[in-house]
């Protein structure tokens, strides 16, 4: 494993402009390690209806024009029954088997065999070999940075056969939508049964396990902490980024090349919703270095959750306003049109933003500038569940003087802008911000859960009570 051990480590970084001088216990750290009755209620109804509503979600576009009440009325008013619906469901089939196989196949040979090249020519972009954060069995696991590589190298291949090649039409992901779907539903599921089966038996690091003794649990919320196959194939990162947020744009253009096909023309509409997507997928890999540091790499366990929401959940639901505007080949007037991207650009703006400031007050222990003027601080300390004292600098200038988490108000921002892009004719494009909107709410909720179980004492502050939001 491309890892090395710190068993006394002098200094370790928590989220949000939070900085340790202690690795935090690993009882404080990711999922829990018991399950109460209303978690392991929402963890059965997850695992029974997400694949339903991600089913439901296609099946409408397919079958009803995206019209999230047609399926219902149909069934209560007798003009179909639920095997009428089932039965007009395209089955998996072996084109949609090989054009799957091929896709991860070739993601996972760029994630494994290509070392990052574009750090050496691109100013200001980090990758290749980086560390990550420290994890509670005090171990810095090294990572191959090369999504921006790959996202790159993918697109350029696509480009290419769309304009020279010619061997495949770019509407194929559309034309095989639902196909696709049973085969990623197949790598979700087995991915996720591998990784706990591999969390019980050959674990990459034993200390970083957590069993509650609830299967149900286990197998949601995940087992490992870290698991790997081999020197360098990290199943958080590799899921996490690839093979869904790179097909993520691509998906947006076959809806796109689809739109042109059926109605002669791309709407500005789809075209808002290609760019501003794009934006938050190249921020995503141009930022891949600093993901590792972020909730989902320190923090959750590689369960179902991960596995299957990585593979199915993410690219099925997150790209329903460009399956929508296929159907709906909405054009937006100029004053709609500008409102949306200007939405879209500074809510943008206000994430990348906060999240540089907590970046760059971890990197440098505060010794920087925020918004010009030397960062207020918070130094407090506090005793976690072990008995063992931290101390910690809390950042209260910037985006973060303005509130806990103002990053989540710029994704918002976003967000919504996705969804006014598609009109106001119909609910299903407007999914994604109230999924959203109910993630990043879990998101503060767990936080506060995790920092409430420590006790604060602040010993200098400088700010409104207001803003002593400790995380």
């Known amino acids: 494993m491309a890892a090395k051990s710190q068993p006394n480590i002098p200094k370790a970084k928590s989220l949000d402009g939070v900085t340790n001088d202690r690795t935090a216990s690993q009882g404080q750290w990711g999922r829990a390690w018991e399950v109460d009755w209303f978690s392991l209620a929402s963890v059965i109804f997850l695992l029974l209806f997400a694949p339903f509503i991600v089913y439901y979600f296609i099946m409408a576009c397919d079958q009803y024009s995206c019209a999230l009440t047609g399926p219902v009325v149909d069934i209560v008013t007798g003009h179909a029954r639920l095997s009428d619906i089932w039965a007009k469901t395209p089955p998996i089939t072996r084109k949609a088997a090989q054009l799957y196989t091929l896709w991860v196949t070739f993601q996972v040979l760029l994630y494994t065999s290509l070392p990052d090249f574009c750090h050496k020519f691109l100013p200001g972009y980090v990758g290749g070999i980086q560390e990550g954060a420290v994890t509670p069995a005090g171990v810095v696991n090294k990572y191959q940075i090369n999504g921006l590589q790959a996202w790159l190298l993918t697109h350029l291949l696509w480009f290419a056969n769309a304009h020279l090649l010619s061997w495949f039409s770019p509407t194929i992901i559309f034309d095989n939508w639902i196909p696709l779907l049973w085969c990623a539903n197949i790598l979700g599921y087995a991915v996720s049964t591998f990784a706990m089966v591999k969390g019980y038996f050959f674990p990459t690091s034993a200390r970083d396990c957590k ?147 907590k970046d760059l007050f971890r990197r ?30 809390l950042l209260v200038s910037g985006f973060w003087g303005v509130a806990r988490h103002f990053n989540y108000v710029g994704d918002l921002m976003g967000s919504l802008a996705y969804c006014l892009a598609c009109g106001g004719s119909h609910l299903l494009p407007y999914f994604y911000i109230i999924y959203m909107a109910i993630l990043l709410t879990h998101r503060c909720l767990r936080d506060e859960h995790r920092c409430a179980s420590k006790e604060f004492r602040v010993s200098s502050t400088a700010i409104l009570p207001a803003q002593t939001d400790f995380l």
């Open 211 to 357: 069993f509650t003794g609830n299967f149900f649990y286990n197998y949601m919320m995940g087992i490992e902490f870290n698991p790997r196959i081999g020197k360098w194939f990290d199943f958080k990162l590799f899921f996490n980024g690839r093979p869904g947020i790179v097909a993520w744009t691509l998906i947006n253009l076959s809806f796109a090349a689809k739109q042109r096909e059926l109605h002669g023309h791309v709407t500005n509409a789809m075209v808002l919703v290609n760019v501003l997507q794009a934006i938050y997928v190249i921020d995503f890999f141009w930022n891949e270095t600093w993901y590792l540091k972020t909730i989902d790499i320190c923090h959750d366990h590689f369960g179902w959750y991960l596995g299957w929401g990585d593979c199915v959940w993410l690219p099925y639901l997150y790209t329903l306003q460009g399956l929508y505007l296929v159907y709906h080949p909405v054009q937006l007037s100029t004053p709609h049109a500008v409102g949306v991207l200007l939405l879209g650009l500074v809510g943008y703006y206000i994430f990348r933003v906060a999240n540089h400031q």
């Open 364 to 393: 440098t222990d505060g010794r920087c500038l925020i918004w010009g003027r030397k960062p207020k601080v918070i130094e407090c300390s506090y005793t976690s569940a072990d008995g063992q004292r931290h101390h910690s600098k």
